[in-house]
């Protein structure tokens, strides 16, 4: 096995070469400490996202945990699927803070810690909550736009809040406040997104008086106001008039941040190169996406990719293509991605019948282990028959808890690798997932560990509730402790007043850590129109 230091990490970093330094423990470990640009990518999943987040088979991979052997184990299941270039970090994450590498908590660090330098930076305008209420009991001309994903704004949101995820803003707002009198108020649910949010605004030249609410749906709370829940207040079809402003305002952003310009013959050569990492992505709506797209490009919408990138991008210094119809969203989220230190180009020249592929994306696998696999049915027959059968369930957490196939035992895969999960004793046993497709790839981790039959669900979960069978919901049979999804301080609605706060504080201190940190290359532009 080869192994990597903090030295060739970093250098890597300064240098801006590619690298992908990768997070295998579930996202909970994770979430307590880590380097900025180590991106989360469990052991647990590593067949459903390896050929899609690193399309290069020779790009620098070096992965890293707390000393659990998770490391090696990713390392040596990479090697397997192909990569020629994979080296584990040596001595985990404590190596990195020994030899003097920052450890940032919580997820999309990058991000949310470049959304506290642009405020630094840029003096973003925001307004406080206490402010807000006023401007609503009085009735004064202002809109609040939420610039969340959809689900998180309909699960809770300021009131009168309209649903404009980010990438959206700049072509969506001038049909929402028409009157340049009327007041934009941003929010998301903590500050990042808002805050980046209403710079696209006022970076873009909307006349509108501009402000992020300070600190968000968390700010909002603190100053002991409600939040509602259930809305679904979006905006409307956008016209040729605004679409066509709003093409212009974003183009001349790109232009200023120093976004790259690609065509459509660029695409062949980058998708073939060999020595260099193209990412390539369309950042409208999944919808707009489903009616038809470009071939070879992956869905992420706008406001997603910007604050969620290391998700989506893991190698660092890679090349990032976007497109979309109407040249507002890309541009605006190429212009975040330049500040970001990325090697950004936005794919113009394009036509309608140039979005010709429709339907979802469809995710690249690696070959499936060798397994037996049962139908629903048959399942639902041995269970019926009261037959020695143990179900075990490799789906997230908040899928599992939504609902599962009664009596089905919650497990993380990576717990099966670190030799943490005792097995029920049975004659058989059948892994399933949410489609089944993690289900298959856990049975060579299993197979190994028992004696009883193994079988694979075929279709999951998902096929069994198709066939009309009862779910469960619920935590009901946990054989692993839930470390799969950290739950952020800012979702839901029952989160303490401390725990908030303690969020505020610690972005707050975002800023003097990427300046310890030293290789983030951010550099955040108050661009005028």
């Excluded at 192909?82 to 970090?89: E, L, P, R």
């Excluded at 209420?133 to 001309?141: L, P």
């Amino acid at each position: 096995m080869n192994y990597k230091d903090y030295d060739y990490v970093r250098q890597c970093l300064l240098n801006r070469e590619e690298i992908c330094l990768l997070d295998v423990r579930e996202e909970a470990p994770h979430a307590e400490g880590h380097p900025l640009f180590a991106a989360n990518f469990p052991f647990s999943s590593i067949e459903l996202n390896a050929y899609t987040k690193l399309p290069r088979f020779d790009v620098p991979i070096v992965t890293i945990d707390s000393g659990e052997g998770l490391a090696e184990a990713s390392a040596t299941r990479f090697i397997e699927l192909g990569y020629t270039n994979v080296s584990v970090f040596e001595g985990g994450i404590e190596a990195w803070s020994t030899a003097g590498g920052e450890l940032f908590i919580d997820v999309n660090v990058p991000s949310k810690s470049f959304g506290e330098l642009l405020e630094a930076t840029c003096d973003t305008p925001s307004m406080p909550a206490e402010d807000v209420k006023k401007m609503m009991d009085n009735n004064a001309d202002m809109v609040v736009v939420d610039v969340r994903r959809f689900d998180e704004y309909n699960t809770m949101c300021i009131p009168s809040g309209i649903s404009v995820p980010g990438a959206e803003l700049v072509l969506r707002v001038p049909d929402i406040a028409t009157n340049p009198e009327t007041t934009v108020i941003v929010n998301c649910a903590g500050r990042t997104r808002s805050l980046v949010g209403a710079q696209s605004l006022v970076n873009s030249g909307l006349p509108n008086p501009v402000y992020a609410l300070r600190n968000g749906t968390i700010g909002w709370t603190l100053a002991k106001q409600e939040l509602v829940t259930g809305q679904s207040r979006t905006y409307s079809q956008t016209g040729d008039e605004t679409r066509q402003i709003a093409s212009e305002r974003a183009r001349g952003v790109a232009d200023r941040a120093g976004v790259r310009r690609a065509t459509k013959d660029d695409l062949k050569s980058w998708s073939e190169q060999v020595d260099r990492t193209t990412y390539f992505f369309d950042v409208r709506s999944f919808d707009e996406y489903e009616k038809g797209h470009l071939s070879g490009f992956n869905p992420i919408p706008g406001g997603q990719l910007v604050q969620e990138l290391e998700m989506y991008a893991p190698v660092r210094g890679a090349r990032i293509v976007l497109a979309d119809d109407d040249g507002a969203r890309a541009n605006m989220s190429a212009s975040w991605l330049v500040q970001m230190a990325w090697d950004v180009y936005v794919l113009d020249g394009l036509q309608a019948a140039d979005f010709s592929v429709t339907g979802k994306w469809q995710t690249r696998l690696p070959e499936k282990p060798q397994a037996e696999t049962l139908s629903a049915e048959t399942l639902n027959s041995w269970i019926q028959d009261n037959s020695d059968v143990t179900i075990l369930d490799f789906a997230k957490y908040v899928t599992y808890v939504k609902g599962h196939i009664p009596g089905a035992n919650y497990l993380i895969r990576s717990q099966l690798e670190q030799q943490s999960v005792a097995l029920p004793s049975t004659s058989k046993l059948v892994l399933t997932s949410d489609d089944g497709e993690l289900a298959a790839y856990a049975v060579a981790n299993i197979q190994g560990l028992t004696s009883a039959d193994v079988f694979v669900l075929s279709g999951g979960t998902q096929a069994w509730a198709k066939a009309g069978y009862d779910l469960e919901e619920g935590e009901t049979h946990l054989l692993s402790t839930p470390i799969d999804r950290y739950k952020r301080p800012y979702e839901g609605t029952a989160i303490t007043d401390d725990v908030m706060q303690a969020y505020l504080d610690w972005e707050y201190g975002l800023v003097d850590q990427l300046a310890k940190d030293g290789t983030h290359h951010f550099k955040p532009l108050k661009v005028s129109a």
